[in-house]
T-cell receptor, first 114, second 114 residues
Framework: EAGVTQSPTHLIKTRGQQATLRCSPI?????VYWYQQALGLGLQFLLW???????NRGNFPPRFSGRQFPNYSSELNVNALELEDSALYLC?????????????FGEGSRLTVL | AQSVTQLGSHVSVSEGALVLLRCNYS??????LFWYVQYPNQGLQLLLK??????LVKGINGFEAEFKKSETSFHLTKPSAHMSDAAEYFC????????????FGQGTELSVKP
């Protein structure tokens, strides 16, 4: 069974540009989560999508947005990139049953902003 | 706001020695509790979780953790360390009614010496 897949693996952008990261959940999982792992800040919750709807959002500015498609895959968009957006962005999925903390993580997309 | 504290950003043990990674959380209501492991250049993998019931939880790779409400702790242990255990370990909580939002500790990097 394929795990959570993320693309691209690495992405280099300059300040002010936009970045789009993609995530495909495990087959049968309807929930997708995004986390940011920045140096010195640890893992921080960004967004949770379930059944195409945004269910919860972390303390990030509106320029961080995303969506979930009918096939449950998801996209994270970061507009007006800033240097501090450089981080590993992790996507996770779950079946949405029981405590939602049992997440299955992808290997991440590393975003570098120059 | 809830928080998770992992004592010691780096822990080093000898192969065959006891592994003890400490985690304390702040919450008036016991949240769901998790330990994740992250190997280099990989995503996070769930080691074990506590939701309700038995306070001693067994996970994968010989790890276990005990939930102690009176101490607001969820320390991770393994009787005998193996070289392959070298990784970063994250304690996390999911507050009730905050589906999808895991609050992670800063992580503890475990080194295993031969």
């Amino acid at each position: 069974e394929a795990g959570v897949t993320q693309s691209p693996t690495h992405l280099i952008k300059t300040r002010g540009q936009q970045a789009t990261l993609r995530c495909s959940p495990i087959s049968g999982h309807t929930s997708v989560y995004w986390y940011q792992q920045a140096l010195g800040l640890g893992l921080q919750f960004l967004l949770w999508y379930d059944e195409g709807e945004e269910r919860n959002r972390g303390n990030f500015p509106p320029r961080f947005s995303g969506r979930q498609f009918p096939n449950y895959s998801s996209e994270l968009n970061v507009n007006a990139l800033e240097l501090e957006d450089s981080a590993l962005y992790l996507c996770a999925s779950s079946s949405g049953q029981g405590p939602t903390g049992e997440l299955f993580f992808g290997e991440g997309s590393r975003l570098t902003v120059l | 706001a809830q928080s998770v504290t992992q004592l010691g950003s780096h822990v080093s043990v000898s192969e065959g020695a006891l592994v003890l990674l400490r985690c304390n959380y702040s919450s008036s209501v016991p949240p769901y509790l998790f330990w994740y492991v992250q190997y280099p250049n990989q995503g996070l993998q769930l080691l074990l979780k506590y939701t309700t019931g038995a306070t001693l939880v067994k996970g994968i790779n010989g790890f276990e953790a005990e939930f102690k409400k009176s101490e607001t702790s969820f320390h991770l242990t393994k009787p005998s360390a193996h070289m392959s255990d070298a990784a970063e370990y994250f304690c996390a909580v999911e507050p009730h009614n905050q589906g999808g939002k895991l609050i992670f500790g800063q992580g503890t990097e475990l080194s295993v010496k031969p």
